[in-house]
């Protein structure tokens, strides 16, 4: 089976998985992203696999095998998975379920390329753990939302590449989000403290500093334009 689109040719077909965290927002960014896949880089729906938004362990567990063990055999396919969710280091969590990252990487080792999107907290420490697999640098692209000691904000990092894959540009990593300052009134309540003093403190402002930075990462091979649009 053989797809194109205007800017590339798919020698062969990609297999799509999107997993997503226990929360609507994670659901709804790996949803957009399905819309993204389908419609504007044309991948047909029948290859790509979500993973249910459900709270049951066995079944995200047997949604995510189910994915690997129905790849064909005897064929080289590719394939490209995508996280959206919660993320510590060494481990995402798929509908809440912990899921180490050297246990995931064991579904990889697939006849063809592979690319791995992750978009949690902490995601750049999977790399290391792909790299001592011998998973990466030369059998596939891993890009990671934020470094291996950062969290991942929103969902600035899957804009920033449908960005890029829409204007047919592999994804050049850059510091996204900014570091702020939010200037809060101190209040206290009038039980706790007399009225002179209690006037005095509420007349105070604290800073509020919220660090929002993360870089993402990535490494591998140049395979961004399996997932460059029609458009």
């Given at each position: 089976?053989?797809?194109?689109n205007?800017?590339?040719m798919?020698?062969?077909p990609l297999?799509?998985?999107l997993?997503?965290?226990?929360?609507k927002?994670?659901?709804?960014e790996?949803a957009?992203?399905y819309?993204?896949?389908?419609q504007?880089?044309?991948?047909?729906?029948?290859?790509?696999t979500?993973?249910?938004?459900?709270?049951?362990?066995?079944?995200?567990?047997?949604t995510?095998?189910?994915?690997?063990l129905?790849?064909p055999?005897?064929?080289?396919?590719?394939?490209?998975?995508?996280?959206?969710?919660?993320g510590?280091?060494g481990?995402?969590?798929p509908n809440e379920?912990?899921?180490t990252?050297e246990?995931?990487a064991v579904?990889?080792?697939?006849?063809?390329d592979?690319i791995?999107?992750?978009?949690?907290?902490?995601?750049g420490?999977?790399?290391?753990?792909?790299?001592?697999?011998g998973?990466?640098?030369?059998?596939g692209?891993?890009?990671?939302?934020?470094?291996?000691?950062?969290?991942?904000?929103?969902?600035k990092?899957l804009?920033?590449l449908?960005?890029?894959?829409r204007?047919?540009?592999?994804?050049k990593?850059?510091q996204?989000g900014r570091?702020?300052v939010i200037e809060?009134?101190?209040?206290?309540?009038?039980?706790?403290?007399?009225?002179?003093?209690?006037?005095?403190y509420?007349?105070l402002?604290?800073?509020i500093?919220?660090?929002?930075?993360?870089?993402?990462v990535?490494?591998g091979?140049?395979?961004d334009?399996?997932?460059f649009?029609?458009?």
């Amino acid at each position: 089976m053989h797809y194109y689109n205007s800017k590339v040719m798919y020698e062969r077909p990609l297999h799509v998985l999107l997993i997503h965290g226990n929360e609507k927002r994670f659901w709804l960014e790996t949803a957009n992203f399905y819309a993204f896949l389908s419609q504007e880089v044309g991948i047909p729906k029948d290859l790509i696999t979500n993973v249910p938004f459900v709270s049951n362990q066995h079944q995200t567990i047997d949604t995510i095998e189910s994915f690997f063990l129905k790849l064909p055999k005897f064929r080289t396919v590719d394939i490209a998975v995508v996280y959206s969710g919660h993320g510590l280091s060494g481990e995402f969590l798929p509908n809440e379920i912990p899921f180490t990252y050297e246990a995931f990487a064991v579904y990889f080792d697939v006849k063809g390329d592979f690319i791995f999107i992750n978009s949690c907290c902490y995601s750049g420490s999977c790399i290391d753990t792909f790299l001592n697999e011998g998973l990466l640098p030369d059998k596939g692209l891993l890009i990671a939302s934020s470094r291996h000691n950062q969290k991942s904000y929103d969902n600035k990092f899957l804009e920033a590449l449908k960005r890029a894959y829409r204007n047919g540009r592999e994804y050049k990593p850059k510091q996204l989000g900014r570091r702020y300052v939010i200037e809060e009134r101190k209040s206290k309540t009038k039980s706790s403290i007399d009225q002179q003093k209690l006037d005095y403190y509420n007349n105070l402002w604290v800073e509020i500093i919220r660090d929002e930075r993360q870089n993402p990462v990535r490494c591998g091979k140049s395979l961004d334009h399996l997932l460059f649009t029609n458009q």
